[in-house]
């Protein structure tokens, strides 16, 4: 009998991963994600070539979206109801807006039916379920740097024909920027997808849900539209602080407050914290519910 154990003990240290369930939901196995980095690679291809396989456009789309959305914006925000750009070119503001809330937006409306959306292959194959989120949030990137192509053209057209335009240092940051938007749209988007497992009209209301918090974000109106007193709460949209720390980083408009991008930040990732958790409670179960 103890000659049968050792052997047993030798063939599973031979294994390289063992999968176990998880004892609670803190226990988060981040580390499995670098190990099935190829797959997330892998998913980011499948996405990329699903999404504009069969179209007219292809990958022209990345482009016609946001002209189609800023030339609407700027019929009706600016021709009609003349809201104030601070003095940049309205076509170019509302260009800068759509630019940086459409990777929000699609990667929140994206991840939120992770489970849902992939019943199908979690119920027959382990792997670590945030790897699909993930891959979503990186895809997007690389449509976001097309449409950030896009609004550096059109800036350099209004530049060079006169427009009063100040690129800042705080351009620097648009790395962390990127960052800091990946993680916000991540941790909201899991947290979506958690909640939705059990209560399917949310995705009903997530479209109608991120069509709000535009409106609450500085997309189609500077920051200066809002009352002073009004400036902190309002910067409690961690979306806030990211829009207007781009348009003073291209325009040289607003303002910089350090303690507006402390907020933003803690905010994020307060959320992307609870996201993970109720990410990482859901996925032992969700097969029961989907």
């Not at 059109?154 to 024909?161: G, T």
Request: glycine letters at 6%; aromatic letters at 16%; hydrophobic letters at 55%.
């Amino acid at each position: 009998m103890k000659s049968e154990n050792l052997t047993v003990n030798a063939s599973v240290k031979e294994w390289d991963l063992v999968i176990k369930p998880k004892s609670n939901i803190f226990e988060l196995h981040l580390g499995d994600l670098w190990r099935y980095r190829d797959l997330i690679w892998l998913f980011v291809k499948r996405d990329l070539t699903i999404n504009y396989k069969q179209t007219i456009l292809g990958p022209i789309w990345f482009v016609v979206q946001p002209v189609i959305m800023t030339l609407i914006f700027t019929l009706v925000f600016g021709l009609f109801a003349r809201i104030s750009t601070d003095g940049v070119p309205p076509f170019l503001f509302y260009l800068a807006g759509n630019v940086v809330w459409a990777y929000f937006a699609t990667c929140v409306n994206e991840t939120s039916n992770t489970f849902v959306s992939n019943a199908s292959i979690f119920g027959k194959v382990y792997f670590p379920r945030l790897t699909v989120p993930i891959s979503v949030v990186i895809g997007t990137v690389v449509k976001f740097f097309v449409q950030l192509g896009l609004f550096i053209a059109v800036y350099l057209y209004f530049y060079l024909n006169g427009s009063d335009l100040k690129i800042t240092i705080a351009l620097l940051g648009l790395p962390l920027l990127i960052l800091q938007m990946g993680i916000l749209s991540l941790g909201v988007g899991i947290l979506i997808s958690s909640l939705v497992t059990k209560y399917r009209d949310l995705t009903l209301l997530m479209a109608f849900g991120v069509q709000i918090w535009m409106y609450a974000t500085p997309v189609i109106y500077p920051l200066s539209m809002i009352p002073e007193k009004y400036v902190f709460l309002y910067m409690f949209n961690p979306m806030a602080s990211i829009l207007e720390w781009f348009k003073y980083a291209v325009f040289g408009i607003g303002s910089l407050r350090p303690e507006f991008i402390l907020i933003s930040w803690m905010i994020t990732l307060l959320i992307f914290a609870i996201g993970l958790v109720m990410f990482n409670k859901i996925e032992k179960s969700f097969m029961d519910t989907v």
